[in-house]
């Protein structure tokens, strides 16, 4: 066999390289150029190179130089010219060189590129293969990078709050600025070093970690762990945490702390935000002292306002019981009128009290409603009846529509209901020198359980300019502010009218024209009590007065009052014992027999709720004997009063003052009526 020569041995072996070398050279993606002395020009390239720069083909290409591919000036000031030299030089020392530069494409816009030139010999000749890549869309992506990152510690260092982040296992890896003012240490002292341990209160740590075992089931260590499992479960962690400074003072901050995962959802780190809320929980610790004393303060008031309710109506009960008994006996003319002047004005006063005590009550909350049965055109009549007098001496006409669709018997309460018709239709005719008042009552919904009652009382009178309108159902507001009003008032009423149709969950509201007349409007509902009922309402007894039996045991300590109290019993025909007091009261029930004790509530010795508990007893002791009913006497008019009396065993209540009727009335379902 024929040895191949050696000189063909090579020749082949240098063909296949030249092949290889060729083959890279064509599918190569990045632009591979070969250039040779003196003149430094492109004497070949691949195909990426046309593509790159932009080049006609690759013949066009070589007719170039690293210059005409070259911006003038490279990003440090140097000329492409002056510099591309430079490097050849170097590559051509070294056998390689690699930098980066600035091309231009041609005709088109420059771009970022890594240049590698490598030293080689082709066909004898050394030159230079510049292998050129594109790096402007790495070089956007590091500047976006660079953005973000000077972005997030423009952030971090600009936060108002701490912000802590710190690895899976708890070393602290981020502590802003803020966390460094806020706590006293330095991010140099925790990063890498510590976990947020350190900063924490060991002992609410330990608190937290029953807490949180409780909450989430689990078995819990104190540790980093406390701080974070919540994250670790996806549920929501933001709570109080005392930090301790440096300095070992203290603070109360709202941590909330959130996981940092990667795509596959494992956690990277955790991320904690916390504001100093010390302010805010001491802020928040004043306005509970605030709010605890501004109740203290109101419970108060409203003890004051039992004791001056007290204080007020037992004269008031003197003045106007007397006044009434006084009214009863032969009198001149002269003196009847006296006494009927005193009346009326102590009247007008008790009004005027009763105001106040309403509007304190509804301000404390303290008024309830009541929810009994009532006939809405008995009450009407009634308020109509007591009013006419005075509008008859006006000379105003006053008269009341109501419409037939109102069901005869409603639920509510009657006695504030007629206090707001009484204020309403009072105010028409106090504002109103003549024309006429008109009342009207309407359905203006009705259905099997519930009304919305509509009345409207409209008058002829002086009208309330439109700025005022609004105003006047303010508490001690009146339309005229000046000091020569000519119509007396506290401007309690409408304020009351008001909260007590509020109460009800109805609403007030008002048309008027100064010098035509105003109209104000009510609407609340009402329940409508359903017919089977109404028989027990219809068989209400009239309070006519009658003359009364029985044997009655007064109990009051106060003398006027007692006075007042025997001289209507004995009007109504009952004979009376006297008990001064609670003890007293005690030892007359078991020495005789009486028919009915009134008991005044607050007496010395024993008050009445007590005697009357005593008496209750005394009663389950002894089964054969009778109930005595029990009728308290209050000047008390606050609520809970009725069910403090009721609760001690008594079957009636009558707060003073009392007229004759109201007595009768409070009588009369335990005594006989005369015939
Ligand atoms: P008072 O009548 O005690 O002043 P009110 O609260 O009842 O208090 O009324 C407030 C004010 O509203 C009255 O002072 C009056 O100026 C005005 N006002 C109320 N009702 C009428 C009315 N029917 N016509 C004209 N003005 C009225």
């Known amino acids: 066999m024929n040895q191949p020569s050696e000189h063909t041995q090579t020749e082949q072996a240098l063909r296949e390289s030249e092949t290889k070398y060729r083959e890279l050279f064509e599918s190569s993606r990045d632009a591979i150029m070969l250039l040779f002395p003196p003149e430094w020009k492109f004497t070949t390239c691949n195909p990426a190179t046309v593509t790159l720069f932009g080049a006609k083909s690759i013949e066009h290409f070589s007719t170039l130089g690293p210059w005409d591919v070259s911006p003038l000036l490279q990003p440090d000031g140097e000329r492409s010219a002056d510099k591309a030299p430079k490097a050849i030089r170097q590559a051509m020392e070294d056998g390689s060189h690699f930098f980066e530069w600035t091309h231009r494409r041609i005709n088109g816009p420059n771009f970022a590129a890594t240049v590698l030139l490598t030293r ?27 953005d973000l990152s000077e972005f997030q510690k423009a952030i971090l260092d600009n936060a108002g709050h701490a912000i802590i982040s710190a690895t899976p296992d708890g070393i602290i890896r981020v502590f802003n600025p803020a966390a460094e003012q806020l706590l006293g240490y330095s991010a140099e002292e925790l990063v890498g070093k510590q976990t947020p341990a350190i900063f924490h209160d060991p002992q609410e740590v330990v608190t937290r970690t029953q807490a949180f075992a409780a909450e989430l089931g689990i078995d819990l260590e104190p540790g980093f762990d406390v701080f974070v499992e919540k994250c670790r479960r996806g549920l929501p962690n933001a709570h109080e945490w005392t930090y301790i400074r440096k300095d070992g003072s203290r603070l109360t901050v709202l941590l909330t702390i959130t996981a940092l995962r990667d795509p596959e959802g494992t956690i990277t780190s955790f991320l904690g935000v916390a504001s100093d809320i010390t302010t805010i929980k001491s802020v928040q610790r004043e306005l509970t002292l605030a709010k605890d004393a501004a109740e203290a303060a109101s419970v108060a008031k409203s003890q004051f306002l039992a004791n001056m309710s007290h204080e007020i109506r037992t004269p008031m009960n003197g003045i106007l019981g007397m006044t009434e008994l006084l009214l009863a006996t032969p009198l001149t003319e002269k003196q009847r009128h006296m006494a009927h002047t005193v009346q009326q004005s102590a009247a007008s006063l008790l009004t005027i009290i009763n105001g106040i005590l309403d509007y304190s009550k509804i301000e404390v909350g303290k008024l309830q409603l009541e929810h009994t049965d009532m006939n809405l055109s008995h009450l009407l009549d009634d308020v109509i009846t007591l009013l006419s007098e005075v509008a008859h001496q006006k000379g105003l006409s006053l008269s009341v529509q109501i419409s ?106 008002l048309e008027s024209t100064p010098g035509l007349g105003s109209t104000f409007g009510l609407t609340v509902p009402l329940e409508v009590r359903p017919d089977n009922e109404m028989a027990s309402v219809i068989a209400q007894p009239e309070h006519h007065p009658a003359t009364l039996h029985g044997k009655i045991l007064l109990a009051e300590d106060n003398v006027v009052n007692r006075e007042i109290a025997v001289a209507m019993l004995e009007l109504l025909g009952c004979a009376v014992d006297i008990a001064e007091d609670g003890q007293e009261a005690l030892t007359a029930v078991a020495a005789q027999p009486y028919d009915l004790v009134l008991m005044d509530c607050q007496m010395p010795n024993l008050d009445g709720l007590k005697a009357s508990r005593l008496i209750r007893e005394q009663e389950s002791q002894h089964s054969h004997r009778r109930r005595l009913p029990i009728v308290a006497l209050t000047a008390n008019a606050m609520e809970g009063d009725r069910e403090q009396c009721l609760a001690a065993g008594m079957d009636g209540y009558l707060t003073k003052p009392f007229t004759v009727d109201q007595l009768h009335h409070a009588l009369a379902p335990w005594l006989k009526q005369a015939a």
Do not use: H, Y
């Not at 292998?131 to 869309?137: F, G, L, P, Q, Y």
């Not at 119509?487 to 007030?508: C, E, H, N, P, S």
């Open 120 to 146: 080689i010999t082709l066909k004898g000749q050394t030159g230079l293969q510049a292998t050129v890549r594109d790096i402007s869309e790495q070089k956007r992506t590091e500047q976006t990078l660079r």
């Open 404 to 509: 037939s669709s109102i069901p005869p018997t409603l639920r509510g309460d009657p006695t504030r209901l007629r206090q707001v018709l009484l204020n309403l239709i009072g105010n028409a005719i106090k504002f109103t020198v003549d024309g006429s008042i008109t009342v009207s009552a309407d359905c203006l919904k009705r259905d099997a359980e519930q009304i919305l009652l509509r009345v409207t009382v409209c008058d002829t009178g002086i009208g309330i300019p439109p700025e005022s309108q609004s105003r006047i159902f303010d508490a001690f507001a009146q339309a005229d502010e000046s000091t020569t009003r000519k119509f007396g008032g506290t401007g309690l009423g409408l304020a009351i009218v008001k909260q007590l149709v509020r109460l009800m969950g109805g609403t007030v509201d």
